[in-house]
C-alpha cells in the first residue's frame, strides 16, 4: 500500500504510468525507472511511496478491484426489477465492463496472477478477489436454489467469468467483451434451467410418494 501523504492525482498518475508500462513491455521489464519516465517523476518517489514495483503493483490492482466493484455496483442500480437473476447478470455484466477490458487493464490482470503466485501480498489480494466474486454469487443463487447446488453453481459461473476473460485477453484481437458476456449469461440460464428441472423433479417425486401413501 501506498504511504499516506501522496497526492491523489499523483497516485493515479503513477498508476496509469505502471499499466502503460506493462502494456508496453511486459512486467519483467517494466522497471520502476521506465514506470518513472511514463509518470514523469523520479524512480525516487516511487521507492519511497511506495517500496518498488510490488507495491506499485498491488496498488495498481488494488485500483483496478476497486473500479470493478464499482462497474458491478453500477450495475445493480440500473436493475429495472431488483431480482437475483437480474442481479447475477448485473455481475456478469460488471465483470466485462469496459474499464476491465482495455489493454492496459487486461495485460495488468495477467501480470497480476502470475505474479499472485509468488508474491504473498499479492497472493492475498487475489484470494480476497476470488472470495468476493464467488460470495457475491453465492448469495443470489441461494435464493434460488438449495446451499449445496448454490455452492456449484457458483463455482461454476465464476470459472466461467475467470476462463472467458483469461482466454479474451491472451487473444491477439483483444478481449471480446460482449461475446464473453453473452457466453456468461448462456451458462447462467443453464445453470437455472438445471436447477429448476432438479426441483421439479423432486415435486413430482414428492406428489407421486404422497400418493402412493394414500392409496395404501
Not at 518513472?36 to 485500483?63: C, N, P, W
Not at 448485473?90 to 495477467?110: M, Y
Not at 463455482?155 to 479474451?168: H, S
Amino acid at each position: 500500500m501506498p504511504k499516506v501523504g501522496m497526492e491523489p492525482i499523483r497516485r493515479q498518475q503513477l498508476i496509469k504510468a505502471t499499466m502503460a508500462a506493462i502494456d508496453e513491455v511486459g512486467l519483467a521489464d517494466a522497471t520502476v525507472a521506465r514506470i518513472a519516465r511514463h509518470a514523469g517523476v523520479s524512480a525516487g518517489i516511487i521507492s519511497h511511496y511506495f517500496g518498488g514495483k510490488d507495491g506499485l503493483l498491488e496498488a495498481t490492482m488494488r485500483q483496478i478491484l476497486s473500479d470493478l466493484g464499482e462497474a458491478v455496483a453500477a450495475c445493480r442500480r440500473k436493475l429495472r426489477n431488483d431480482t437475483p437473476r437480474a442481479r447475477l447478470e448485473a455481475i456478469i455484466e460488471g465483470n466485462f465492463d469496459r474499464s476491465q477490458v482495455t489493454d492496459p487493464v487486461a495485460k495488468t490482470w495477467l501480470a497480476f496472477w502470475a505474479s499472485s503466485m509468488h508474491k504473498p501480498r499479492l497472493a492475498r489480494l487475489q484470494q480476497v478477489n476470488d472470495r468476493r466474486l464467488y460470495s457475491n454469487l453465492c448469495a443470489q443463487f441461494r435464493r434460488l436454489m438449495p446451499l449445496d447446488e448454490a455452492r456449484l453453481a457458483s463455482r461454476t459461473l465464476a470459472a466461467v467469468i475467470d476462463g472467458l476473460w483469461l482466454r479474451g485477453a491472451l487473444t491477439p484481437e483483444g478481449l471480446d467483451a460482449e461475446g464473453a458476456r453473452r457466453a456468461a449469461l448462456a451458462t447462467l440460464d443453464r445453470l437455472l434451467a438445471a436447477s429448476d428441472s432438479v426441483a421439479a423433479s423432486s415435486s413430482v417425486a414428492a406428489s407421486d410418494s404422497a400418493t402412493a401413501i394414500d392409496a395404501r
